[in-house]
C-alpha cells in the first residue's frame, strides 16, 4: 500500500532557505514534503558542464542542509534521469504537488521538463511551478516587461520558517556513485565559497566597503575581482535570489554615500534578468544564430586557433591571461568575458559555437540565459547590436597599464618591462634576453595580425548585416525583445 500523502519540492538553480516560493508553499499546504536535488547523468555529462559546477551546486546543498538540521530536513539528493525518479516517487510514495521553479535552462532541461509535466498529469499530480527572478514565460513581446519586473522586485521578501520534521528520508537506489561523491566533496580554494551563508558575507562586505568603487573598476582586470560584487555564482545557481539582493542593495544606508556605483549595481541586476527572459522565449540561442541570416556568414574551422585560445596561448596578453585567469579561478569581469568572445568569433573568425562550450564550464556563475544570449551578442550574430570588436592591446594598455594582471597569469612575461607587456613582440632580441624570454618559444608569437584581422572581420561583419534574411530576422527580434511602444533599444 501506499503511504500518507507526501508532496515534493524539488531544487534546481534555486539552492537557499530564504526568499523561497515552493518550500514556502509547501510549508502551508500542512502534509509532510520531503526536499529534494537531483544530479542527473545527461546534464551531468553535457557539454556545457564541469566539476566545478557540481562541487559548487554540492557544497551549497551541504549548507543549506546545515540551516534545515534543526528542523529534522534536509535536501535529499538522488543521481538519476529526472523522468526515472519521479517515475520511481510516484511508484513508491502517494505524491500529490510537485513545487519547484521555473527553470530557464538549455533545451533539454526544457524537453526533460516536458516529460515531468506529462508523468504529473497522468498521476494526478499538481505542479505548481513558481516564478523565478521576474522571469515570465509565454510572453510574445516586452512592451510590459520593465513594469512587471520591477513589480517583482518590489514585492516583499519570502521569509521562510520550518515546521519540525518527523518523517525519515526516502528509501531510494538513486545513490551518487562514491567516485563523484568523493571528487563533488573537493572544493579547489581558488573558487568563490559556496552556499547561502558565504553569498551573505559576499553581498556585506559589497555594501560595506568592496562596492564603493564598482563604477570606477568595473572593467579593470584586477581592481574588479574586489570592487565588483562577486554575487553572479550565488545568482546562477540561486544561494540568493535578484530580488534579494535588490532590496538589500535599494534599502541600504551606504546607497546615500555611493549612489552612482549602487545603482550601477542595480542596473545590472535589471540587465541580468533581461537576457535571461531572452533565453526563456529563445532557448535556441544556445545552439542555433538567433539571427538565421548569420547562419549564411561562413567561417573556417581553425583547430590549432581554437586550441590556442582555449589554453592561453594566442600570443596577445592581456586575451591569453584572461582565459587563464578564468581557468584557475572560475570568473573573470563582463568586459573581459566580452573581449576575449570578440577576439575568438572576429579576430580569429571561428563559429562561436566552437567556443561557448569551453568557457561555460570556465564560469564557475554559468548561466545559461546569460552565457549564450551574451555569447551571441559579442559574436555579432544578432543583428540588432553593434559590433563590438574589441582590441586587446588598447584594453590591455587602458585597464591593466604596468601589466599586473597580465604578470599574474602568464609568468613567461614576469621581467618583460612595463613598454612592452602589452606587446611583447615588439622586443628585440636583446631585450629579450635581458628579460630572459624568447618571443615566440617561452611565449608565443600573436597567432593573428590584430589590425588585418580587425579590418576583414569589420568588412565581412557590417557587410554581411544588410544581407535580407539578417534584416528580416532584425525586425523580428526587435518586435520580441523591445519595449516597442518607446522604441526602447536598451
Given at each position: 500500500m501506499k503511504r500518507e500523502g507526501i508532496n515534493i519540492v524539488w531544487l534546481k538553480r534555486?539552492?537557499?532557505?530564504?526568499?523561497?516560493?515552493?518550500?514556502?508553499?509547501?510549508?502551508?499546504?500542512?502534509?509532510?514534503?520531503?526536499?529534494?536535488?537531483?544530479f542527473e547523468p545527461t546534464l551531468v555529462e553535457y557539454a556545457d558542464t564541469s566539476l566545478r559546477h557540481l562541487q559548487f551546486v554540492y557544497h551549497s546543498i551541504l549548507t543549506i542542509n546545515k540551516t534545515l538540521k534543526p528542523f529534522n530536513r534536509s535536501v535529499e539528493v538522488f543521481y538519476g534521469e529526472a523522468i526515472d525518479v519521479f517515475e520511481y516517487l510516484t511508484s513508491s510514495c502517494n505524491v500529490k504537488t510537485l513545487f519547484s521553479y521555473r527553470e530557464?535552462?538549455?533545451?533539454?532541461?526544457?524537453?526533460?521538463?516536458?516529460?515531468?509535466?506529462?508523468?504529473?498529469?497522468?498521476?494526478?499530480?499538481?505542479?505548481?511551478?513558481?516564478?523565478?527572478?521576474?522571469?515570465?514565460?509565454?510572453?510574445?513581446?516586452r512592451d510590459d516587461w520593465n513594469k512587471q519586473w520591477h513589480i517583482y522586485m518590489h514585492k516583499s521578501v519570502i521569509e521562510n520558517s520550518y515546521s519540525m520534521s518527523n518523517q525519515e528520508e526516502l528509501k531510494h537506489p538513486f545513490?551518487?556513485?562514491?567516485?563523484?561523491?568523493?571528487?563533488?566533496?573537493?572544493?579547489?580554494?581558488?573558487?568563490?565559497?559556496?552556499?547561502?551563508?558565504?553569498?551573505?558575507?559576499?553581498?556585506?562586505?559589497?555594501?560595506?566597503?568592496?562596492?564603493?568603487?564598482?563604477?570606477?573598476h568595473i572593467s579593470k582586470p584586477t581592481e574588479s575581482r574586489?570592487?565588483?560584487?562577486?554575487l553572479s555564482p550565488y545568482l546562477a545557481w540561486g544561494n540568493l535570489s535578484v530580488k534579494q539582493i535588490f532590496q538589500f542593495i535599494g534599502t541600504h544606508p551606504n546607497g546615500t554615500k555611493n549612489n552612482r556605483a549602487f545603482s550601477a549595481m542595480l542596473t545590472r541586476l535589471h540587465w541580468h534578468c533581461h537576457f535571461i527572459q531572452k533565453f526563456e522565449v529563445e532557448c535556441s540561442y544556445e545552439t542555433a544564430c538567433i539571427n538565421k541570416g548569420y547562419e549564411l556568414l561562413p567561417h573556417e574551422k581553425n583547430q590549432t586557433f581554437i586550441e590556442a585560445w582555449e589554453m592561453g596561448k594566442t600570443g596577445y596578453p592581456l586575451i591569453d591571461a584572461c582565459m587563464r585567469a578564468v581557468e584557475q579561478t572560475g570568473w573573470i569581469n563582463f568586459r573581459?568575458?566580452?573581449?576575449?568572445?570578440?577576439?575568438?568569433?572576429?579576430?580569429?573568425?571561428?563559429?562561436?559555437?566552437?567556443?561557448?562550450?569551453h568557457l561555460a564550464k570556465q564560469f564557475l556563475d554559468y548561466e545559461p540565459g546569460i552565457h549564450y544570449t551574451q555569447f551571441q551578442m559579442q559574436a555579432s550574430t544578432t543583428g540588432i547590436n553593434t559590433v563590438r570588436?574589441?582590441?586587446?592591446?588598447?584594453?590591455?594598455?587602458?585597464?591593466?597599464?604596468?601589466?599586473?594582471?597580465?604578470?599574474?597569469?602568464?609568468?613567461?612575461?614576469?621581467?618583460?618591462?612595463?613598454?612592452?607587456?602589452?606587446?611583447?613582440?615588439?622586443?628585440?632580441?636583446?631585450?629579450?634576453?635581458?628579460?630572459?624570454?624568447?618571443?615566440?618559444k617561452d611565449y608565443p608569437l600573436p597567432i593573428v595580425d590584430l589590425q588585418e584581422s580587425a579590418r576583414i572581420a569589420r568588412d565581412k561583419i557590417w557587410k554581411h548585416k544588410k544581407h535580407p534574411a539578417v534584416q528580416k530576422e532584425k525586425w523580428r527580434l526587435l518586435n520580441m525583445h523591445i519595449k516597442r511602444k518607446h522604441n526602447d533599444l536598451h
Open positions: 534555486d539552492i537557499r532557505s530564504q526568499d523561497h516560493e515552493p518550500l514556502l508553499r509547501a510549508e502551508q499546504a500542512g502534509i509532510p514534503y520531503h526536499i529534494i536535488y537531483l530557464s535552462g538549455i533545451h533539454m532541461t526544457w524537453q526533460r521538463d516536458k516529460k515531468i509535466n506529462l508523468l504529473c498529469k497522468k498521476c494526478q499530480i499538481i505542479w505548481q511551478e513558481s516564478q523565478r527572478d521576474g522571469i515570465l514565460r509565454g510572453i510574445k513581446n545513490l551518487v556513485p562514491k567516485k563523484l561523491e568523493i571528487k563533488y566533496k573537493e572544493y579547489p580554494k581558488q573558487y568563490q565559497p559556496a552556499g547561502e551563508q558565504n553569498a551573505w558575507r559576499y553581498l556585506n562586505s559589497f555594501a560595506k566597503k568592496r562596492g564603493f568603487n564598482y563604477h570606477k574586489t570592487a565588483c560584487s562577486r573581459m568575458r566580452a573581449m576575449v568572445v570578440s577576439f575568438f568569433s572576429l579576430n580569429l573568425d571561428q563559429d562561436w559555437r566552437d567556443g561557448t562550450y570588436l574589441y582590441n586587446p592591446v588598447k584594453n590591455s594598455q587602458e585597464h591593466d597599464p604596468c601589466g599586473a594582471f597580465i604578470k599574474k597569469w602568464i609568468p613567461e612575461l614576469n621581467n618583460v618591462p612595463e613598454r612592452y607587456i602589452h606587446e611583447p613582440w615588439k622586443m628585440t632580441l636583446m631585450e629579450q634576453m635581458f628579460c630572459e624570454v624568447t618571443i615566440g
